[in-house]
């Protein structure tokens, strides 16, 4: 949002009555502070809080579309609220001037006709590649795991035919 558009004086807050109008999600404010603080470091302004919002927004959209392509039971998803038309906190992933938000550039991969999205299964951390394209893929992948100062490789082979969805290493 461009904050300075809608706010004509110095106290630039999420508690500005100003703000809190323009937020459009939906949800009660202090159900959405919690699920970005829960994510990310406590904002100090209304810039922090915006730029985390949407980091949040990005993370959780992430979640849910990896979810469904790699499911066998659901394989699409729909967004529904693509761009805003006037400058609000809402759940569209293109703001009023038409620029991307996290969201936005972040659906480039997602919507990829193949996709890898990273698990987490009990202890483990699971690659799934997907192909919704046409055509056969073969590819490898690396996963570079650091830990401890440790850096391993691990280079994971993919064979997939259209339609295919698995994981391909833990």
């Known amino acids: 949002e ?4 809608i706010l004509h004086d110095d106290h630039w807050d999420t508690d500005h009555q100003t703000v809190r109008w323009h937020d459009k999600t939906g949800k009660p404010f202090e159900k959405w502070l919690s699920m970005v603080c829960l994510h990310y470091p406590e904002y100090e302004n209304l810039e922090e809080w915006t730029y985390f919002s949407r980091l949040n927004q ?3 959209l992430r979640f849910a579309i990896e979810h469904y392509r790699t499911s066998d039971f659901c394989k699409g998803t729909l967004i529904w609220q693509f761009n805003d038309c006037w400058p609000v ?3 569209a992933v293109q703001d009023y001037a038409r620029v991307l938000k996290p969201a936005g ?3 480039r991969r997602l919507y990829a006709p193949v996709m890898l999205a990273l698990k987490k299964s009990d202890e483990k ?3 799934w590649a997907v192909n919704d394209g046409l055509h056969h893929e073969a590819f490898e992948c690396d ?7 440790e850096r391993t490789v691990h280079r994971l082979p993919a064979d997939l035919d259209p339609g295919d969805r ?3 290493g833990s």
């Open 166 to 168: 698995r994981a391909i």
């Open 58 to 60: 990005r993370d959780a």
């Open 2 to 5: 461009q904050w300075e558009e």
């Open 125 to 127: 951390l699971v690659v």
């Open 105 to 107: 550039d972040e659906l």
């Open 143 to 149: 996963l570079i795991v650091h830990s401890g100062g």
């Open 89 to 91: 906190q809402s759940w």
